[in-house]
């Protein structure tokens, strides 16, 4: 039985059962309840999991060693382990546990993240991203200013998980990202521009931003890119008219006025 079937009176004994499994762990330096959590196929118990270490690293200052040292052993789980059948969940979990600790002190997980971003499973990097987002709508200073390292990777794929992380971020505040989402104006690989021009259109339609969008824009060099993201941006303002300041005609004027695909 899922999380989601069991009843709130249930569910809510379920969380606090977890929680107390966790610290118990991390206070007798064990690991056996962390893995059996962090490793069950019910994605809400995962999540149970990881928000407990969250709880913990913030309301127990003295576990933040332990919780670190934990995580930090977690992370090397692989195929040769006998401690659980799924070493990438387990993986997973520890990145989504990172992220909880790195909305307001990346600088402690920030290598869980350079780890991660490099895992074999597809599921980590997945955690990364999500991760990427958490933190940077909370914390994006130093959080930017790691993923703006990875933007020139030579690997395509962490050029575009990266593009895609900081988008969040970018949705109530674009100017902090369309410095870094332009150094992709270029890239060759069609699988980042894609999610370039994905990222572009899904910053563009809350209040205020389709200015400040269309604005940086016009600093853009590479046109033909810029043409498909502001059609992109059009289709958005369609595609989500129910949560759109502007309707897509309203954007479309804005742009027609503002856009100057002469500079």
């Known amino acids: 039985m899922g999380f989601y079937d069991l009843s709130k009176e ?62 930090q052993a977690l992370l090397k789980l692989d195929a040769s382990t006998t401690l659980t059948k799924s070493p990438e969940k387990v993986r997973q979990t520890v990145v989504n546990a990172a992220g909880e600790i790195g909305k307001f002190h990346f600088e402690k997980v920030q290598s869980f ?10 599921s980590v990097r997945n955690a990364v991203i999500g991760s990427v987002k958490k933190m940077g709508e909370k914390n994006p200073i130093p959080v930017l200013a790691w993923a703006k390292t990875y933007l020139k990777h030579p690997e395509k ?3 575009r998980e990266i593009c895609h992380g900081i988008e969040l971020r970018g949705r109530t505040h674009p100017q902090d990202i ?41 600093t853009w060099e590479n046109k033909p890119l810029v043409e498909k993201a502001l059609d992109e941006i059009v289709d958005v303002h369609d595609r989500y008219k129910k949560f759109a300041v502007l309707s897509q005609q309203e954007a479309i004027d804005y742009i027609d006025g503002y856009y100057k695909p002469e500079n």
């Open 178 to 218: 369309l410095p870094l989402l332009k150094t992709l104006e270029f890239d060759d690989t069609k699988r980042v521009s894609d999610t370039l021009i994905h990222v572009l259109g899904q910053i563009a339609y809350k209040n205020g931003c389709l200015k400040t969008v269309v604005a940086h824009l016009n």
């Open 157 to 159: 794929e962490i050029r």
């Open 113 to 122: 993240f350079d780890t991660g971003l490099f895992d074999e499973h597809h």
């Open 10 to 71: 249930v569910r809510n004994q379920l969380v606090e059962k977890i929680d107390r499994d966790i610290a118990h762990n991390l206070a007798s330096s064990e690991i056996e309840n962390i893995i059996t959590y962090f490793s069950d196929e019910d994605t809400y118990i995962r999540k149970t999991a990881y928000l407990a270490i969250g709880k913990l690293f913030y309301s127990k200052p003295e576990l933040q060693p332990t919780i670190l040292s934990t995580l």
